[in-house]
């Protein structure tokens, strides 16, 4: 499956973004969606998981309540709607597929990820 990620940009602090992931090659009701990120010489960070097919979510305890992880299976979509934005939010975003037995927030797990989108907060 093939990611893409959009939505990304600058923001000021306590503002909102919505990420988008686009998959192609097959369907992400298969898979355990996620969304990560990452800053320079950090290890890439789970934020939100997600499985369609189990009702299955899950975040990071720093976006949990901010953060809103969701799919849309007709346009083969994953989105990730950010809101009351903190400096420290800043990373590049990505999305990832998963096969959906675990759905953890661990990136050794994923098996397919986008290129990544930027996320700005000041």
């Known amino acids: 499956v093939q990611l893409v990620e959009s939505g990304g940009g600058s923001v000021q602090v306590g503002g909102s973004l919505r990420l988008s992931c686009v998959a192609s090659?097959?369907?992400?009701?298969?898979?355990?969606m996620g969304w990560f990120r990452q800053i320079p010489d950090k290890e890439r960070e789970g934020v939100a998981a997600?499985?369609?097919?189990?009702?299955?979510?899950t975040y990071a305890g720093s976006v949990k309540g901010r953060f809103a992880i969701s799919q849309d299976n007709a346009k083969n979509t994953l989105t990730l709607q950010m809101h009351s934005l903190k400096p420290e939010d800043t990373a590049m975003y990505y999305c990832?597929?998963?096969?959906?037995?675990?759905?953890?927030?661990?990136?050794?797990?994923?098996?397919?990820w986008g290129q990544g989108t930027q996320v700005t907060v000041s």
């Open positions: 990832a597929a998963d096969h959906p037995s675990a759905c953890r927030l661990d990136a050794d797990d994923y098996l397919y």
């Open positions: 090659g097959d369907t992400i009701s298969r898979y355990c």
């Open positions: 997600i499985y369609t097919g189990g009702g299955y979510t």
